[in-house]
């Protein structure tokens, strides 16, 4: 027999396995990353150190995201400053210039904005490179995967993977040492 | 393993037995230690041997369990309090500036002293998520959420400020750049404006960070919940996050360029408040010092107010005190320390300037800052800010709970009558003595102020209720086990 | 201006100028300006006001655009045109016209600025021979009352209301009976017309009292002159020809008490830079400071009961070396007493005197006792001054009875009928009279007056009056000149004028027109007058137009001392008794009273001790001392704050003593007066009314009840009570020390020989860098550079320029808690000093400051949405609907002169400010008349301060584009105009004007090297430059050396400073005065 | 057990990302257009106590501006007629026709008759008529082809930036002196408005204000 989770009825999502401590899944993740899966992932209640090397990935893009939207908000700042005060409606304050010498003046807002929209790129880009919001997943199907949010791990290997077969994979998460390998279906 | 939780009694909130609550639970820290830990070279950030499981269970139950008494008890007042403030700002609003005891020459008074008070309390928080992330102090994990929190509220606060004590709020909006039929734009050369921007970017990012880092645990409630409208609510506020790598990964990133922002954006908050003063011509308020002096003075104001919150949170939640450990505690009273200290310097190097600088009206005026009709504040400030924090240097004082809480109650008040110091006794005694006249706060101002703090208590209680007020998912991450090489040969 | 189809035709003469310019050339016309005003029908609403004048208001909307800032929304407006256009009047455009208000001291010329049909400022008339177009503080509020809400609107008989009909045919019943039994009570007015039909009258009358009483009167003075120099003789001091004066006890400079124009001549010869003629020497004996005192190269503080001492002792030394025999003799007639005041003060004062035989002046004031202006006069022909520095007029106005004399016949029961004008008896008759229970002896009291007080409240009959802009009417300036009054409006609430009431007993009807005056102007014109303008219409006419009838005066009359009368009189002086004495001023705010209902006057600081809605008993600081009076009841905290030596008088908490002179016992506040004289006590009299209007009563202390007639003026041998209650008081300005800051900079005029340009390295002004910007400034491109000098050594603070701006710029009244609050709203200040380290008798400078409109601005850079910027002529622009009011610009103001509108100060009553939106909203029809159409009106929350008079500006501008019209006439100047400060001020010592052209006054001035500006190190670059008040002291004189030293004494071996403060005061508290 | 949120709730976020975009477009636009005096007083059109038609008295009766405004030229404003100027005519001509009720009413009376105003400047800036039509700027400029109007409606929008755009380029305006009344005038062939108003503001050196002193005071 074997166990599953979700609409039966529905397309197999993966197979998914429990680990019990960040150790196991870091070692069984190498092992995953060697047998040459793609599309698959592990699960944990916190980042684990040095997981991307075990998974073989590389650095995430999100820092060159943000440097344009920073550039973007120092474009913004310089725009919004130097075109209402020297072209659009020039009006002496306080005798002093609106050319380049009033920079200085001018400083402090660049700053801001680039901050600004800086941070918003960083946090909405890294909610859409990890494809949130997203409230309905098939793993939410596992009763037990409720745990990867407290002190359990799990790996699972999707029916999107070019080397996936239920049998074997279900097989080699055994081998890793696995425990309560379940194959999820979609809902 | 969540049971263990369970057998924790939540001790029930009376005020009498409030500081002794505190000693208690200092002493329990003490004997709790076991020898094993006391051998381990650096004390470990989790006492107890607390696991994963305890920690969701425990924090997650503040927020799951039925709302205790003692909760209600202060919302009871805070709640009034808040809606004092409400009424005493519809009234100004209503009738005019002149309700406060501004004047002239006292055109800024109670209203920009409370908003500085207020934004530089808002500075501890940001500052431990992100200075403490980026020089990777591990123990700040079990502190930076409530301290966020605070400083959000503490903005929300000082916003007030800002916003109402113009003379015609519903003309205010003429301070955001849009293209308007009048054709007449904003003076960008104006420190006003620039706060505008600062305490804005200010919050925004603050509100980014704070959220970013709420996710994870959000998510935790989110399994944990029973009941739907909680199952919903936490669900959508989880974003449905689920914990893969492939997630972690962005998140981290993203956490860590966040906390890299925020740096830079928090010392320059205070720098741009204080160029509300230094860029002006006005003896006393015309200084190059501000910045890094309203910067220390913030974080220090800032600190003292993390614990002034946390200690009795502490206290009410005993268990708490294997999160944030009595070396925690230790630690910010060192920071307040450093910063006091820091303080002390500046009050003093001003004093020197004005004498060694030899402007006489530069003089005049911290003459009159000592010596003058407001020589009550100077001292006051000098006493709370230089003098009361030097008992900081004695371990004692750092380590038992009562004395801290007591101790950084100067910090609080001094940063405030420094703030009325500069602002009030500086204007009150300018260029031209013709125009010289004292400041008189009217029962608007009082009452205002101290409804601020009915708001800024208010809200907390609001989050303690239904946020996971520690960051659970960082504070697993510095538990031994949470290393994937723990235990192994080589490590 | 262009004709256009259905404007005016021009024929004939009118009495209207439509610029100030068209004063200077003319086109001529006639036209009777009566018509100008065709009866209003009926009463519009409540306020009262006459439809027609309301219509006018609102056909003007437009022009009137100013009043509340409501420009978002869009409520329906209405345009509401004339039926028929009103003559002369072009919607919006203003129009002037030549009157005068009448004073004691004689006509105060003016030329009246009307909008519209109504008048909304009064201004100097430059013309006018005698005053030459100087005003004051009285003059420049009189608007307010003309529009004054509270003024009595309807005849009533005791003190129910009736109608006109009713009071006529008790007039008609009246004159019918003739016969003895009617009386006159009248303010000092020198009308002619009005002393003309009172001689008709007294054909009808036979035995008719004729009464004329003034509290502050000259009645001593014309005492004095008759005994001397024989009845009816005026004197007429000559300052231009004068090099020493010697001021006793006379506030000469001061333009309420002298009326402007009697110092005409004192500003030019104080000038140092003056071509051929020294600069002039002022000596003052005064018991508290004046204005004059203010100005005085030599002070001696000296109770006022002394300045017969003094005087005496003065005489003496100068008999002894001239031996003059008149002076001897009157001298003889004092009775003996010994020398005491300070012996080297008088003999070195008494020798620069006779150093200038000729050409020095001994003046004493009117509140001086006869006797001393008696050896005064004697003093001066002793001195070769009559005829030459004091030249005497022949008046003919016909003998009054006093009020003393009416007091008798009223007791005698002689008074059956009693007619008062104007005035107040029942408040400020002398105490002795008892005169509210005489009058309620008199069967039939007629009362004409403006408002409805507390003698109306005795009078069977109360009529209201015609103000002086409403009605016809005629006086004679000081020198006896013939000046006009003509209605600038209709009784607005359909009052009576004197004349009016006389020609109704007289003839039993009114005149509607100029009739009366005109025909006492006919018998008065001389006939080579007529002949020169062709026939008396045409004289007339221009008279009007001018406002006076040119070439008129009193006659000279030579000048020779009736030794015999004069010493009869003298004889009856009696030698001051020890204690303390009370002295009774005229206060600058209500003069006697009669300005009670003037919110303009009430919150206009008094110069010497700035105190505003009340009056104060002045004390010297060694009698406060010694009578335990505090200077001011502080908190614990700012005791300690002053211990530790600094100077803290803020919130003024004065102490209430009483004062009694035997009988009667008055309470009131007291507060310490820097250079008041010891054992003496001053307090202005008029304050303390009761039943005048809300906002107005118990307004200060009324001093009147220890006032008696035997001794109008001081009292002597009075007692002082401290009762330990205490009295919060409101000041414009606390602070007395400049803190050792050369803010006001002077020097003796060695000095200035010496190092002309001596005040402009003063101070830190030493130390500046050539190079003191990073940045080249962006240049201001326009033709016109507006820029302002005011001279300090002419500048006596006298408030005229203060109240001249509330009138002009519709500056609010803020009220006596708010003031109290520093939210006092006026945008010219005058800051004055004490200086010098003498405890008792520092010396007092004043400084008039407004917007200095700084080239490099601080207030402009702080500002968040642009509200307060620059203009390329160089002003500091104020846009109020931008403002949002973060007060920002103020705080960042060296000078303070920013004012915020904490609350609705123009919509909401003064006692509901805090009440918010549960106050009535809204100002009185009346009020919104008084306002300057050309002027926002500023609401709640916004920013506001000096514009140098924008308005005038603009409008001076725009007038030469209309003229240049398609063309290039950009040459043309803009049209002579001036700013209402300088304009109102009596001594010139505000100039304004267009800096950028080399040739104008102010552009000379500003690089005179007087010149300096202030707070020079912040390089600000203000408009706004102060010419150094230099100082004549006479080396000689005891305490020579600390004169001119308000600055510090100058190092000379260090010659790049000015002052020894140029380091700065280590401890701020040194040039403490105390 | 299944899933709490069924699967379309995937879709949400990205929705709601559209709808606010779009929402935030159209109120953006919405506000631009319809809360500026573009919008808000621009063809303003109340009815007039009389029915007076400027159509027929000046594009038929040939009457000048001045007749009625007749202090423009001098005056800070432009003044409403007095019943008297109406009278000087309607006494003979249209004595009696119903539609002048109201001024014969006025004029029997005293009482004037109320106008229901048009233009209307906040209190806080002054303009000056004056200045304006005596230095080549016509009354067309500010308010429309009133000749032709039956009932006058406001054309336009008079807001600050409004004004600014005439007085930072007053060549676009100015016309020939004898030309500011004539309400028709069109640049003749082969003259251009630019270049004309250009060689005007030389001559006459017209440098309108642009600061706020100009007219706010």
């Known amino acids: 027999m074997k166990n599953s989770a979700g609409n039966p009825e529905a397309p197999v999502f993966g197979v998914a396995a429990e680990f019990q401590c960040a150790r196991d899944l870091y070692h069984a993740a190498e092992k995953i990353r060697d047998a040459g899966f793609r599309r698959w992932d592990v699960f944990s209640p916190f980042p684990i150190h040095g997981m991307d090397e075990a998974m073989g990935m590389k650095r995430s893009l999100l820092g060159k995201i943000v440097f344009l939207g920073g550039l973007t908000g120092f474009l913004t700042a310089v725009t919004l400053e130097f075109g209402p005060t020297s072209f659009l409606y020039p009006l002496i304050v306080a005798g002093k210039p609106t050319n380049l010498f009033t920079v200085p003046a001018f400083f402090p807002i660049m700053f801001e904005l680039t901050i600004l929209i800086s941070a918003f790129t960083a946090v909405f880009g890294m909610l859409i490179m990890n494809g949130l919001p997203r409230l309905n997943h098939a793993l939410f199907n596992w009763d037990r995967f409720k745990k990867v949010t407290e002190d359990k791990f799990f790996v699972a290997i999707e029916a999107g993977d070019p080397k996936f077969s239920e049998r074997s994979v279900r097989d080699f998460l055994e081998s890793l040492g696995g425990t309560n390998i379940t194959t999820i279906h979609g809902d | ?491 | ?1074 | ?217």
């Not at chain 3, 303010?187 to 009464?211: C, H, M, Y």
């Not at chain 3, 020609?503 to 002949?531: C, D, H, I, M, Y």
């Not at chain 3, 008792?840 to 400078?845: A, C, R, V, W």
């Open chain 2, 1 to 491: 393993m969540a049971s263990a939780a369970m057998e924790i009694p939540h001790s029930t909130f009376h005020i009498p037995h409030f500081f002794q609550a505190m000693s208690e639970a200092t002493a329990t820290i003490e004997e709790k230690v076991t020898d094993e830990e006391k051998a381990v070279v650096r004390p470990p950030l989790v006492l107890n041997k607390r696991t994963m499981g305890w920690i969701s269970s425990y924090i997650s139950s503040i927020v799951e369990d039925k709302t205790p008494r003692w909760w209600w008890v202060s919302m009871g007042v805070t709640v009034p309090m808040t809606l004092m403030c409400l009424s005493m700002l519809a009234y100004l609003i209503s009738t005019g500036v002149g309700v406060w005891g501004n004047n002239h020459p006292v055109g800024w008074a109670w209203d920009i002293t409370n908003f500085v008070f207020w934004i530089g309390i808002g500075h501890a928080g940001t500052l431990i998520s992100a200075i403490l992330f980026l020089t990777r102090q591990k123990w700040r994990t079990s502190i930076n959420r409530a301290a966020e929190a605070m400083t959000l509220f503490a903005v929300v606060c000082a916003g007030i400020y800002p916003a109402l004590h113009v003379g015609r709020v519903w003309m205010a909006w003429f301070l955001a750049p849009v293209p308007n039929a009048n054709g007449i734009w904003q003076n960008f050369r104006s420190p006003l404006l620039w706060d505008v921007f600062a305490v804005s970017t200010y919050f925004t990012v603050s509100v980014l960070f704070w959220y970013t880092g709420l996710i994870p645990d959000l998510a935790t409630i989110r399994d944990r919940c029973t009941s739907k409208i909680k199952k919903f609510v936490y669900g959508v506020m989880a974003l449905g996050w689920r914990g893969g790598n492939r997630q972690w990964r962005h998140y981290e990133k993203a956490y860590l360029i966040l906390a890299g922002l925020s740096t830079p954006l928090v010392l320059s908050v205070h720098s741009v408040v204080s160029f509300d003063f230094a860029t002006s011509v006005i003896p006393g308020w015309h200084t190059t010092i501000f910045p890094p002096y309203f910067v220390a003075g913030a974080i220090f104001g800032g600190f003292a107010m993390v614990l002034t919150i946390m200690i009795p949170a502490c206290a009410i939640y005993k268990p708490l005190h294997d999160l944030v450990t009595i070396n925690h505690v230790d630690k910010m009273c060192k920071i307040i320390l450093l910063t006091g200290s820091i303080v002390g310097y500046a009050y003093l190097m001003e004093l020197f300037i004005a004498w060694y600088g030899g402007n006489p009206y530069e003089r005049a005026a911290f003459w009159y800052r000592a010596f003058g009709s407001y020589w009550w504040a100077y001292w006051a400030m000098m006493f709370c800010n230089v003098v009361a924090p030097q008992l900081f240097w004695f371990k004692f004082f750092r380590t038992h709970l009562v004395w801290v809480w007591i101790i950084v109650q100067f910090p609080n008040m001094g940063m405030w009558f420094e703030r009325f110091v500069i602002i009030a006794t500086t204007l009150s005694r300018d260029f031209a003595p013709s125009a010289w006249g004292m400041f008189h706060p009217t029962w608007v101002d009082i009452c205002t102020f101290v409804g601020t703090f009915g708001l800024f208590t208010t809200l907390f209680l609001i989050f303690i209720r239904f946020l996971p007020m520690i960051c659970m998912f960082e504070v697993k991450a510095v538990l031994p086990e949470a290393d994937p090489h723990h235990g192994e040969a080589h490590h």
């Open chain 4, 1 to 217: 057990m299944a899933n709490f949120f069924p699967k379309w709730t995937n879709w949400i976020p990205l929705k709601l990302v559209i709808c606010l975009a779009v929402i935030g477009a159209f109120l953006v636009g919405g506000i631009w257009y319809y809360f500026t005096p573009k919008y808000t007083r621009v063809g303003f059109m109340p009815t007039q106590p009389v029915p007076f038609s400027h159509a027929l008295h000046v594009e038929q009766l040939g009457m000048d501006c001045r007749y009625c405004h007749s202090f423009v030229e001098v005056a800070s404003h432009s003044n409403v007629p007095s019943t008297q100027t109406c009278m000087a005519c309607h006494t003979q001509i249209r004595a009696t026709s119903p539609k002048l009720e109201a001024v014969r009413e006025s004029w029997k009376t005293g009482r004037p008759v109320s106008w229901v105003r048009i233009h209307k400047l906040p209190d806080y800036s002054y303009f000056n008529h004056a200045v304006h039509v005596n230095r080549g700027v016509s009354c067309f400029s500010c308010h429309g082809a009133v000749n032709t109007m039956q009932t006058v409606w406001q054309d336009k929008p008079q807001s600050m930036s409004w004004c600014l755009d005439c007085h930072r380029a007053p060549e676009n305006f100015l016309r020939p002196p004898a030309e500011v009344f004539n309400m028709n005038w069109k640049p003749a062939a082969g003259e251009n408005q630019r270049e004309m108003g250009m060689k005007f503001k030389e001559e006459w050196e017209v440098k309108p204000p642009v600061t706020c002193g100009g007219c706010h005071r």
């Open chain 3, 1 to 1074: 201006m262009k004709r256009t189809p259905n404007h005016p035709p021009r024929e004939g003469q009118p009495n209207i100028w439509r610029s100030l310019r068209e004063l200077e050339n003319d086109p001529e016309f006639a036209k009777h300006l009566e018509q100008e005003f065709p009866r209003g029908a009926d009463v519009y609403e409540d306020s009262g006001l006459s439809k027609r004048d309301f219509l006018k208001l609102m056909g003007a909307s437009m022009a009137l655009a100013g009043v509340g800032l409501t420009g978002c929304r869009r409520p329906e407006a209405h345009l509401v045109p004339f039926t028929k256009g009103v003559e002369w009047t072009i919607p919006g455009k203003f129009l002037y016209y030549a009157t005068s208000m009448p004073c004691r001291m004689g006509a105060l010329p003016l030329i009246a600025t009307t909008s519209d049909g109504r008048p909304i400022k009064l201004e100097g008339n430059p013309l006018h021979p005698f005053s030459t177009g100087g005003t004051d503080g009285f003059a420049q509020a009189a608007i307010l009352d003309l529009y004054d809400p509270h003024r009595s609107k309807i005849i009533t008989e005791n003190g129910r209301a009736t109608d006109a009909a009713a009071f006529d045919s008790f007039l008609k019943e009246v004159s019918q009976r003739g016969g003895r039994g009617v009386a006159f009570l009248v303010e000092k007015k020198n009308s002619p017309t009005r002393d003309r039909l009172r001689v008709e009258l007294e054909q009808n009358f036979p035995g008719l009292i004729w009464a004329e009483y003034e509290p502050l009167g000259d009645s001593e003075t014309e005492a004095a002159n008759d005994a001397a120099f024989g009845k009816g003789i005026r004197l007429l001091p000559k300052f231009d020809r004068t090099d020493v004066i010697l001021a006793l006890d006379s506030d000469f400079l001061n333009p309420i008490e002298t009326g402007p124009g009697y110092a005409t001549g004192f500003s030019a010869r104080r000038n140092p830079d003056q071509k051929g003629a020294p600069m002039n020497r002022l000596y003052v004996v005064e018991n508290h400071y004046t204005l004059t005192g203010g100005m005085a190269d030599h002070r001696l503080r000296c109770k006022a009961s002394e300045i017969e001492a003094f005087a005496i002792q003065l005489a003496r030394v100068i008999v002894a070396k001239t031996g003059d025999g008149n002076l001897a003799s009157i001298l003889g007639a004092f009775p003996d007493q010994a020398a005491h005041l300070d012996e080297a003060w008088v003999t070195e004062c008494a020798n620069d005197l006779l150093a200038n035989p000729g050409r020095s002046l001994v003046l004493s004031g009117p509140q001086t006792p006869a006797p001393v202006q008696i050896l005064v006069h004697a003093i001066n022909a002793a001195l070769g001054n009559l005829g030459t520095t004091l030249l005497g007029l022949a008046s003919d106005a016909p003998a009054t009875a006093g009020i003393d004399g009416l007091a008798k016949a009223i007791s005698a029961g002689a008074v059956k009928t009693l007619f008062i004008f104007g005035g107040n008896p029942a408040y400020n008759a002398p105490a002795n009279l008892d005169f509210p229970a005489l009058l309620k002896k008199i069967p039939d009291v007629v009362r004409l007056g403006l408002f409805e007080d507390e003698t109306s409240k005795l009078s069977r009959w109360h009529v209201p009056a015609a103000h002086f802009l409403e009605t016809w009417g005629d006086a004679f300036a000081f020198d006896g000149t013939l000046t006009t009054i003509q209605p600038m409006i209709l009784p607005l609430w359909g009052g009576l004028s004197e004349l009016d009431i006389l020609s109704k007993l007289l003839v039993g009807a009114t005149v509607e027109g100029p009739e009366l005056v005109r025909a006492t102007f006919e018998k008065l014109a001389p006939q080579n007058l007529v002949s020169e303008a062709g026939n008396m219409d045409l004289l007339w006419n221009s008279s009007l137009r001018i406002g006076f009838l040119p070439g008129s005066g009193f006659p000279q009359a030579a000048l020779d001392l009736a030794v015999s009368s004069a010493s009869a009189l003298a004889a009856r002086a009696k030698p001051a008794k020890d204690g303390l004495e009370l002295v009774f001023l005229q206060s600058s705010s209500v003069d006697d009273g009669r300005y009670a209902n003037n919110s303009w006057l009430l919150e206009t600081p008094d110069f010497v001790t700035k105190l505003t809605w009340d009056n104060a008993v002045l004390v010297s600081p060694a009698t406060a001392k010694k009578l335990g009076i505090k200077a001011n009841n502080f908190g614990k905290f700012e005791e300690i704050a002053e211990k530790l030596g600094n100077e803290i008088d803020y919130d003024l908490v004065a102490d209430i003593v009483e004062i009694s002179d035997g009988k009667t016992t008055v309470e009131a506040a007291a507060i310490v007066a820097p250079g008041h004289a010891d054992d003496s006590l001053s307090i202005a009299l008029g304050y303390g009314r009761k039943g005048v209007s809300a906002l107005m009563d118990h307004v200060g202390f009324d001093a009147y009840p220890l006032r008696s007639s035997a001794s109008p003026r001081f009292t002597q041998g009075v007692t002082l009570k401290v009762t330990g209650k205490t009295y919060p008081m409101a000041q414009t300005q606390e602070h007395r020390s400049m803190e050792g800051r050369d803010l006001v900079r002077e020097g003796t005029i060695e000095r200035y020989k010496e190092n002309p340009a001596f005040a402009q390295t003063m101070g830190m002004d030493g130390h500046i860098p050539p190079n003191i910007s990073l940045y080249t400034h962006p240049s201001l491109t326009s033709k016109e550079q507006w820029g302002m000098t005011v001279d300090l050594n002419t500048c006596t603070g006298c408030n005229a320029c203060v109240v001249a701006c509330q009138a002009e710029n519709n500056v609010p009244v803020v009220g006596k808690e708010q003031v109290r609050k520093n939210r006092d709203m006026a945008w010219i200040r005058i800051d004055r000093y004490f200086a010098g380290n003498e405890a008792g008798d520092p010396e007092m400078l004043a400084q008039t400051i407004m917007c200095q409109h700084c080239e490099n601005a601080p207030c402009e850079t702080v500002c968040p949405v642009n509200a307060t910027v620059h203009s390329e002529d160089g002003l500091n622009l104020m846009a109020y609907n931008r403002c949002i009011g973060t007060r920002y610009c103020a705080n960042n103001c060296p000078w303070k002169v920013r004012r915020f509108n904490y609350f609705d100060y123009n919509q909401r009553p003064l006692d509901q400010l805090y009440w918010g939106p549960l106050a009535k909203k809204g100002m009185a029809d009346s009020l919104k008349m008084a306002k300057n159409p050309n002027v926002t009106v500023r609401m709640r929350g916004v920013m506001e301060k000096c514009t140098f008079c924008i308005q005038r500006i603009e409008e001076a501008k725009i007038g030469r584009l209309v003229e240049a019209g398609p063309t290039a006439k950009s040459d043309t100047p803009v049209s002579t105009f001036k700013v209402a400060c300088q304009q109102a001020c009596p001594n010139d010592s505000i100039v304004f004007g267009d800096i950028a052209d080399p040739e104008s006054r102010v552009a000379r001035l500003r690089k005179s090297e007087r010149g300096y500006t202030m707070f020079k190190y912040i390089n600000s670059a203000p408009r706004v430059t102060y010419l150094t008040r230099i100082r004549n002291p006479n080396p000689k004189m005891p305490g020579a050396e600390k004169v001119g030293m308000a600055n510090g004494a100058p190092h000379g071996a260090h010659g790049a400073h000015g002052g020894d403060t140029t380091h700065g005061t280590h401890n701020p508290t040194e040039a403490h005065e105390h």
